[in-house]
């Protein structure tokens, strides 16, 4: 797994592109090659790309789920709704297609924001709402969700 790093903000063209800041573009550069898989986020307004790699080991997981269960099924095909592979152009550049950009509410400005492992694609205003929210304590949240991960290397 490639831990990626940063948050960059594009401008989005035209025709719908998104051209990647070179920072983004260094840490992906291993998987231009492979493409990438462009999806809806489950909880958020949001997209998420995934490179190659990382998208088989989601689908690894999701391939072990008994597709007779009726919970299952939904499940993947929602999971799945919407789902595209993507290339990044010879100039850094990435299509979102229509639908993808309706989900997100993608309109001039993009924020490229790290998720350890994937890249999560805002429409930057709600970017800022979602970061900025009110209605969560960052603080509250970083010890419930952290806060007793104490393990053998001290980190919590």
Request: with cysteine.
């Amino acid at each position: 797994m490639n831990t990626i790093v940063g948050t960059y903000e594009c401008k989005v063209d035209a025709k719908g592109r998104l051209l990647l800041p070179a920072p983004l573009k260094k840490q992906l550069t291993s998987s231009l090659l492979n493409g990438f898989v462009l999806k809806r986020s489950v909880f958020q307004p949001c997209l998420e790309l995934y490179p190659m790699e990382e998208w088989d080991l989601m689908m690894q997981k999701i391939n072990k789920l008994n597709r007779f269960v009726k919970k299952n099924n939904d499940f993947i095909r929602r999971f799945t709704a919407g789902v595209k592979v993507v290339e990044i152009d010879a100039l850094g550049r990435l299509l979102v297609p229509k639908d993808l950009v309706i989900f997100a509410n993608i309109s001039k400005e993009v924020v490229f924001s790290s998720a350890v492992n994937i890249v999560e694609i805002w429409d930057k205003d709600l970017y800022e709402k979602s970061i900025n929210g009110e209605d969560v304590d960052f603080a509250d949240l970083a010890e419930e969700v952290m806060g007793n991960t104490n393990n053998d290397n001290g980190i919590s």
